[in-house]
């Protein structure tokens, strides 16, 4: 059983920069990978981010790249989503997700999911 805790959203003006936070807890094996997914009203969850636990190599959405960065520690068993010249469209709930698969989980498919944590940037 996994349990992840998302923090850090907030309120935030364009090209500014926020970073999120997700913390797991319980057993997640040395192969799970983590990864940002975000959901803006009335649109369909959007991949953002992924890194396997293992090696720490990472995947990204191309509206993302350049300008998002993902990392892990693995002493405290967190993920960071670092966000920077960050825009309006960017505003979505970001949730944290985790799936043994590595695939799996940059498809969509999470085996935990946290509850999400609210990204606002303003124009």
């Known amino acids: 059983q996994v349990q992840l805790v998302e923090s850090g959203g907030g309120l935030v003006q364009a090209g500014g920069s926020l970073r999120v936070s997700c913390a797991a807890s319980?057993?997640?094996?040395?192969?799970?990978?983590m990864g940002w997914f975000r959901q803006a009203p009335g649109k369909e969850r959007e991949f953002v981010a992924a890194i396997t636990w293992s090696s720490g190599r990472t995947y990204y959405a191309d509206s993302v790249k350049g300008r998002f960065t993902i990392s892990r520690d693995n002493a405290k068993n967190t993920v960071y989503l670092q966000m920077n010249s960050l825009k309006p469209e960017d505003t979505a709930v970001y949730y944290c997700a985790t799936n043994r698969d590595v695939n799996w989980l940059r498809s969509g498919v999470g085996e935990y999911w946290g509850q999400g944590t609210q990204v606002t940037v303003s124009s």
């Open positions: 319980g057993r997640t094996g040395w192969n799970y990978a």
